[in-house]
């Protein structure tokens, strides 16, 4: 009776592990990238604000997908890893940050942002598109 519990039991945790791991998808670059600007730069201190977190990930990939494709169409054309480095420093530096156009989306309708955007947004915005970018340039998805 006792080993009839314990194969059972087994039986169990390896049934629910496989299901786990068969349920789990790899994601891409753009996708890491993207949940991880999110998470990083997520400053909701405002008890009658909530952000979406899951609706802002999947509007942040496409952003963080021209980026790959950048690096990945970049390397085809044959630009050196110094170039490529030149070009990551251009990606973080204040000019290209300041050049984003932020929207926020309320109700059904898009608003531009204005207001200077935070010291986190935009260390979490250069470190996510730069990472994206050499993602792109050396091949990892």
Request: charged fraction near 25%; aromatic fraction near 10%.
């Amino acid at each position: 009776m006792k080993k009839k519990n314990m194969v059972m039991m087994a039986t169990t945790l390896i049934v629910s592990s496989l299901l786990t791991v068969g349920c789990s998808q790899p994601k891409t670059s753009a996708e890491r990238n993207a949940k991880h600007f999110v998470y990083a730069s997520n400053d909701d201190f405002d008890p009658n604000f909530r952000t979406q977190i899951y609706d802002s990930i999947t509007l942040s990939v496409p952003l963080f997908e021209q980026f790959w494709q950048m690096g990945k169409k970049d390397k085809e054309s044959g630009v050196t890893p110094e170039e490529a480095q030149e070009r990551v420093l251009y990606l973080k530096s204040d000019e290209f940050l300041n050049s984003i156009q932020r929207t926020s989306h309320f109700a059904g309708k898009a608003y531009k942002n204005s207001k200077s955007v935070s010291p986190k947004w935009r260390k979490a915005m250069s470190e996510g598109i730069s990472a994206t970018y050499m993602d792109g340039y050396e091949g990892r998805d």
